[in-house]
């Protein structure tokens, strides 16, 4: 079922158009969030160029996101980071057939604008790429194109959907090839989850409604998710993924999905990996499968893992957290 919650009554986002004879509404709130929701247990992977989307596909990918650069990437060669050429979106898009997503900077409007108008099927407002703005987000009830954002915990995530967000990706920390992060995080929306959920089994409006003053939200969305006992619209992880098991483990902690890329493609076995990863991602609750995922693999050619505790620039961080 999909969850909407608190949706905005009149969100410009949604346009009226007629074909032939038959008005049909685009942009409502059920087909952006239904969007997301036709991904679960899926595998969703950053690409740069026509040779890793083909890779992606090929491995049964559900979807691709179109970089400038892998996270990786991003994080050697410093500097500014954009969204990416509208020109290799194009040229993706017309070599593959799974849905095309592509980033825009947090914060910044017309990349986003842009992006909707370019045709991808969905817009990650993402702290890989530098912010355009330090205290702001993207109003997402204004736009068609589903969104999806980033959080590290329960309030961020309730933030990002209440501004209009489809689907959130559990923050890990991007082109490091260590899961610590993402694992972290999801444990942590979780345990979240779980306290909230008591509160409402216990029938204490007045605590649900302080548990919601204090994550920063409105009451809508905490009383939803504490009904629910999960996040109202679907969760993906992100950030540090690099092995099959990788991806089980963060499947059986909670997640709806995964988002892998430098894991892969900073591999030395790339069309392997991406199919052992969509393996291990479809069968995560079965160990025998995810064995035989792990089996294609070689740990000599997975990308070598960096100590996140010791980084200088941590993207999850970036971007405003309110």
Same mark, same amino acid.
């Given at each position: 079922?999909?969850?909407?919650?608190?949706?905005?009554?009149?969100?410009?986002?949604?346009?009226?158009?007629?074909?032939?004879?038959?008005?049909?509404?685009?942009?409502?709130?059920?087909?952006?969030?239904?969007?997301?929701?036709?991904?679960?247990?899926?595998?969703?992977?950053?690409?740069?160029?026509?040779?890793?989307?083909?890779?992606?596909?090929?491995?049964?990918?559900? %979807?691709?996101?179109?970089?400038?650069?892998?996270?990786?990437?991003?994080?050697?060669?410093?500097? $500014?980071?954009?969204?990416?050429?509208?020109?290799? +979106?194009?040229?993706?898009?017309?070599?593959?057939?799974?849905?095309?997503?592509?980033?825009?900077?947090?914060?910044?409007?017309? =990349?986003?604008?842009?992006?909707?108008?370019?045709?991808?099927?969905?817009?990650?407002?993402?702290?890989?790429?530098?912010?355009?703005?330090?205290?702001?987000? +993207?109003?997402?009830?204004?736009?068609?194109?589903?969104?999806?954002?980033?959080?590290?915990?329960?309030?961020?995530?309730?933030?990002?959907?209440?501004?209009? %967000?489809?689907? +959130?990706?559990?923050?890990?920390?991007?082109?490091?090839?260590?899961?610590?992060?993402? $694992?972290?995080?999801?444990?942590?929306?979780?345990?979240?989850?779980?306290? +909230?959920?008591?509160?409402?089994?216990?029938?204490?409006?007045?605590?649900?409604?302080?548990?919601?003053?204090?994550?920063?939200?409105?009451?809508?969305?905490?009383? =939803?998710? %504490?009904?629910?006992?999960?996040?109202?619209?679907?969760?993906?992880?992100?950030?540090?993924?690099?092995?099959?098991?990788?991806? %089980?483990?963060?499947?059986?902690?909670?997640?709806?999905?995964?988002?892998?890329?430098?894991?892969?493609?900073?591999?030395?076995?790339?069309? =392997?990996?991406?199919?052992? $990863?969509?393996?291990?991602?479809?069968?995560?609750?079965?160990?025998?499968?995810?064995?035989?995922?792990?089996?294609?693999?070689?740990?000599?050619?997975?990308?070598?893992?960096?100590?996140?505790?010791?980084?200088?620039?941590?993207?999850?961080?970036?971007?405003?957290? $309110?």
């Amino acid at each position: 079922m999909i969850s909407l919650v608190s949706t905005e009554l009149q969100p410009k986002g949604v346009k009226l158009e007629r074909m032939e004879t038959v008005p049909v509404r685009k942009g409502t709130t059920l087909v952006k969030r239904g969007f997301a929701h036709m991904q679960k247990h899926g595998v969703i992977m950053d690409v740069t160029n026509v040779e890793q989307a083909q890779i992606a596909e090929d491995a049964g990918a559900v %979807a691709v996101m179109v970089l400038d650069k892998l996270p990786y990437d991003v994080r050697k060669a410093g500097g $500014v980071a954009r969204t990416a050429s509208i020109r290799v +979106i194009e040229q993706i898009r017309d070599h593959i057939t799974i849905p095309i997503m592509a980033k825009c900077r947090i914060g910044h409007l017309y =990349e986003a604008k842009v992006l909707e108008v370019s045709g991808v099927d969905m817009i990650d407002e993402s702290e890989v790429l530098t912010p355009a703005d330090e205290e702001h987000h +993207i109003w997402k009830w204004d736009f068609t194109t589903p969104f999806v954002n980033g959080a590290k915990n329960l309030g961020e995530a309730l933030r990002r959907m209440e501004e209009g %967000a489809s689907m +959130i990706r559990t923050k890990g920390e991007p082109g490091t090839g260590n899961v610590a992060e993402a $694992v972290k995080h999801i444990r942590l929306v979780n345990d979240e989850i779980r306290k +909230i959920k008591s509160i409402h089994e216990s029938g204490d409006i007045q605590e649900l409604v302080k548990a919601a003053r204090e994550l920063k939200v409105s009451f809508a969305y905490v009383e =939803e998710t %504490a009904r629910l006992g999960r996040l109202p619209i679907v969760n993906f992880a992100a950030g540090g993924i690099a092995t099959p098991a990788d991806a %089980a483990f963060l499947m059986n902690l909670g997640c709806d999905g995964v988002f892998v890329g430098s894991g892969i493609f900073k591999a030395e076995d790339p069309a =392997e990996r991406a199919r052992a $990863v969509v393996i291990a991602t479809t069968y995560h609750d079965d160990p025998k499968q995810v064995m035989e995922a792990q089996k294609m693999v070689d740990e000599k050619k997975s990308m070598l893992g960096m100590d996140t505790t010791k980084l200088d620039l941590r993207m999850q961080e970036r971007g405003s957290e $309110v």
